[in-house]
């Protein structure tokens, strides 16, 4: 079964930082990499998808990348701003189902 | 839009009970999922439609758990008797093509559900 785990599980940073948060997974075999938002209490909001045969994407200041080959993924917020704060959640997708990771806890500090 | 809709937002309810969840995907996509989210689990895939056709519910837990989705705008996610360990926020999401998982999935705001 495919196993999914984001470290670190919590990260604190200064407003202006840039940071990056890690996502891997055990099977390589995936369709796609989707990279998640979700503010306490709310739903998910889904930040970045990455199919399999690609190795970045990119919308404003984030960006994602993928190594499939060694079961990786990242998230690269730059100039971090306290809207940021949130939970990222990492999903990656197999042949009949979606797993997600438990999660990056992130606060940027103003 | 008005994205993914989810009725209620919190249920209480007491042990035993019958509960039913409602979600209103998208208009156009094709694809619908339930999502289960805990503390100790995470989140967790419990069922997904293509085309109003269950394709896989192998993430339901127990026989107490049934989706239906009569409609491409309607779903349901009944829990039928309701047990404690069955608290927690039930996500619906919507994908705009029929295959499914494939593509981006769209959030509902949740159903947070306590069982007494």
């Known amino acids: 079964k495919q196993e999914v785990t984001q470290i670190p599980a919590a990260l604190s940073v200064p407003e202006g930082e840039n940071l990056v948060l890690n996502c891997s997974f055990t099977d390589s075999a995936i369709y796609n990499l989707q990279w998640f938002r979700q503010d306490p209490g709310k739903g998910l909001t889904s930040l970045l998808l990455?199919?399999?045969?690609?190795r970045e994407q990119t919308s404003g200041r984030l960006n994602a990348s993928l190594d499939k080959s060694s079961g990786r993924s990242t998230l690269y917020i730059a100039a971090s701003q306290p809207g940021d704060s949130a939970t990222y959640l990492c999903?990656?997708?197999?042949?009949?189902?979606?797993?997600f990771g438990t999660g990056t806890r992130l606060t940027v500090i103003p | 839009d008005a994205g993914v809709i989810q009725s209620p937002r919190h249920e209480v309810t007491e042990m035993g009970q019958e509960v039913t969840l409602r979600c209103k995907p998208i208009?156009?996509?094709?694809?619908l999922f339930w999502y289960r989210q805990t503390m100790m689990r995470g989140l967790e895939l419990l069922i997904y439609?293509?085309?109003?056709?269950?394709?896989?519910d192998s993430g339901m837990p127990e026989d107490r758990f049934s989706a239906k989705m009569p409609n491409a705008s309607f779903s349901t996610l009944k829990i039928q008797p309701s047990e404690p360990r069955d608290s927690a926020v039930y996500f619906c999401a919507s994908s705009p093509r029929s295959s499914g998982v494939t593509y981006e999935q769209y959030f509902g705001p949740g159903t947070r559900l306590t069982v007494t």
């Open positions: 990455i199919q399999s045969s690609q």
């Open positions: 439609f293509n085309n109003n056709v269950p394709i896989d």
């Open positions: 208009s156009g996509h094709n694809s």
């Open positions: 999903a990656v997708r197999g042949a009949n189902n979606l797993f």
